[in-house]
Structures are given as structure tokens and as C-alpha cells.
């Protein structure tokens, strides 16, 4: 069982469907486990058909119900029918996490506009796809939706320039959601991860600057464990926050407090 999750009921989600984008690793995976953990039934959509039955085989121990779809989630028609794939298997979604994303370090003239819109789109397209058509089931289950974002969103990060856009974009589409969509019961949240160990993210920025540099701009002094993640993301979409939407809950061991200055002085030193 992931650490953090056992502190909550294991009968928090029974019987309760959670559907997750980019579910088949790294945090997004991590979510799904402290779901599964706590009694859900879980479907993980992602574009890798091997990655997600891994992904999916870890998840069958916790004991319930797991399906996998393999969707795009630039493509509505895909998400639409990943979707209707998860329904069909595992009943309407309780809670809609978006946490498909894409990411590279790259300096702002140095991206194509193609490498620019790719970010864009994953993130921020797929955000409004997946919500978009998930909108009947949570209508029905007066669920929760989840949007994974980035602390890339609030403060500029040196060669994020495309992923912190995209990240802004999802932050204000989440409270806009939250704002339409509350009077049919559904709350819209977002959840910013910090460094957090064993994920894509992190390897894609390893390169950029050491994992000591990171540990020092956090004031915790360490990397994040997915489980950590998935633990707030669970109570953010159970009842235990049934009063709160449109909020953007940061799980970063306290990034944001000093900023990203080290990171950027350790791309400009080697830029």
C-alpha cells in the first residue's frame, strides 16, 4: 500500500470509479495507487498500450476493478472513446484526473512552434478534451475533477516557457470549470506537484540541473514520492473536501516559497 494512503480509510473510494490521463506512470501512476488503495475501481488511459498494462497489473493487487484505454488525448474523439470504454468496464467516473502532460528544457528560441503547440496541446487541450467529455458521467456522479499542474504555471522557470503557459492555461480553465459546472455538483480542483522522485518529469530535467540543486530549493530539503502526491489527491476529490473547488492545492515540500532562482542560475551557468 503507498505510504501515505494508510492513513485514510480503506473503504473511502469502494465502489467509486476514478479515471485517470497519463496514468500508466510517475505521479499520475502514484495517484492511481493511493485510489486503488483506498477501494476504488481505477481506468488509466495513456498513448503506450505496454506501459499501461504494466501500470495496470500493479494496480489489479489492490484488489479492484482496473481498465486500460489507450487514447490520445490531443484527439477528442479518442478521449471520447476511452471514456466510453471506462464506463462500459467499470461504471461512470466519480472523479476525472487530467494529468497527461509534456515536457523538454529547451531556451524560448530554440522551440519550433510545432514543439511549442505539442506542449500546449497535451497539456492544456487535453485538459478541456478530457473534461469535456467526461462531463455527462460526473454530472451523473456529482464527481470531482483533478487537473495535475505545475508550479511552472505561477513563476518562471528557465527553458519552461511552453510548459509554463500550458500550465497557466490549465490553472484557469480548472477554476473556470469550477465555476460553471458547480451547480451540477462537480468540483474542480488543481494540484501542483513539487520534485517528486522516479518520474518523467524529473528525468527530463535531470540533465538540466542536479537533484541536489532541487533538494536545496525545497524547503523541506527533499524530493517528493508519488504517493505523497496521490494521498491530497484523494482527500481533495472525497468528502472530506466537499466544500472546496477551484482551488490549486500545492504538494511541493515548499518549492514556491523560495522561488526558482537556483534553478535558473544553474541554466544560465551552463547555457
Not at 509554463?164 to 506537484?193: F, M, Q, S, T
Amino acid at each position: 500500500m503507498p505510504t501515505s494512503a494508510a492513513y485514510l480509510p480503506r473503504d473511502l473510494f469502494r465502489n467509486k470509479t476514478v479515471f485517470i490521463t497519463g496514468g500508466g506512470s510517475g505521479v499520475n501512476l502514484g495517484i492511481a495507487k493511493s485510489f486503488a488503495a483506498v477501494g476504488a475501481n481505477i481506468a488509466i488511459c495513456g498513448r503506450t498500450a505496454s506501459r499501461l498494462d504494466e501500470a495496470a497489473a500493479e494496480l489489479k493487487g489492490f484488489g479492484g476493478q482496473v481498465c486500460t484505454a489507450v487514447a490520445d488525448v490531443r484527439d477528442p474523439a479518442a478521449v471520447r472513446d476511452a471514456l466510453a470504454k471506462s464506463l462500459a468496464e467499470v461504471g461512470p467516473a466519480d472523479v476525472l484526473v487530467c494529468g497527461a502532460a509534456g515536457n523538454f528544457a529547451a531556451p524560448a528560441e530554440a522551440i519550433s512552434s510545432n514543439g511549442f503547440r505539442a506542449v500546449v496541446e497535451i497539456d492544456l487541450l487535453g485538459t478541456f478534451h478530457t473534461a469535456h467529455a467526461a462531463f455527462d458521467q460526473l454530472k451523473q456522479t456529482r464527481g470531482s475533477v483533478l487537473a495535475v499542474s505545475g508550479g511552472q504555471a505561477h513563476m518562471p522557470f528557465m527553458h519552461q516557457s511552453h510548459v509554463g503557459a500550458a500550465k497557466a492555461g490549465v490553472d484557469n480553465l480548472i477554476r473556470a470549470l469550477a465555476l460553471e459546472w458547480g451547480h451540477h455538483g462537480i468540483r474542480c480542483n488543481v494540484i501542483v506537484p513539487g520534485p517528486i522522485t522516479g518520474t518523467e518529469g524529473m528525468k527530463r530535467l535531470a540533465g538540466v540541473t542536479s537533484a541536489a540543486t532541487w533538494n536545496q530549493m525545497v524547503a523541506l530539503g527533499r524530493h517528493g514520492a508519488p504517493d505523497e502526491v496521490g494521498a491530497m489527491a484523494v482527500v481533495l476529490c472525497s468528502p472530506l473536501a466537499s466544500y472546496v473547488t477551484g482551488a490549486r492545492i500545492v504538494v511541493d515540500g515548499g518549492l514556491e516559497l523560495g522561488g526558482a532562482g537556483l534553478f535558473n542560475q544553474a541554466i544560465a551557468r551552463d547555457s
